[in-house]
Nanobody, 122 residues
C-alpha cells in the first residue's frame, strides 16, 4: 500500500520559515517525480514546486521563487519543501504528490499525501 505522509506544518509569523517533509512508503520512490501543492480555503489546488526523480531539475510557481526550495533524499524516500520569508498568502494546506509515467498509452501512477496545514499570521 502506497503512503505519502507529510509533516512539518504549523503556525508561523510573517517572515518566518518552515520545512515540510513527505515520507513515502510502498513504492520505488526513486522512480517518481515529486511535487508540492497547496490549497487555500475556497481556492483551487495549485502546484508550488516540483522536482525530477533524479533531482536534476526543479521548478516553482512564480510567487514562491526565491523563497521556497524543493529537495529530495531518495535514500530516505523523502521529499522536502524549505519555505523561507513566509507570507500570509502562503497559508494553505500543503500536499505532496508522487507521479510516475506508465508510458504513452496509459495514465500515470499518481499518489497524494493527506496534507499538512501551514498558517502564516501575526
Amino acid at each position: 500500500q502506497v503512503q505519502l505522509v507529510e509533516s512539518g506544518g504549523g503556525s508561523v509569523q510573517p517572515g518566518g520559515s518552515l520545512t515540510l517533509s513527505c515520507a513515502a512508503s510502498g513504492l520505488t520512490f526513486g522512480n517518481y517525480a515529486t511535487s508540492w501543492y497547496r490549497q487555500a480555503p475556497g481556492e483551487a489546488r495549485e502546484m508550488v514546486a516540483t522536482i525530477r526523480s533524479d533531482s536534476r531539475s526543479s521548478d516553482y510557481e512564480d510567487s514562491v521563487k526565491g523563497r521556497f526550495t524543493i529537495s529530495r533524499d531518495n535514500a530516505k524516500n523523502t521529499v522536502y519543501l524549505q519555505m523561507n520569508s513566509l507570507k500570509p498568502e502562503d497559508t494553505a494546506v500543503y500536499y505532496c504528490k508522487a507521479t510516475r509515467s506508465r508510458g504513452p498509452w496509459s495514465g500515470p501512477f499518481v499518489y497524494w499525501g493527506q496534507g499538512t496545514q501551514v498558517t502564516v499570521a501575526s
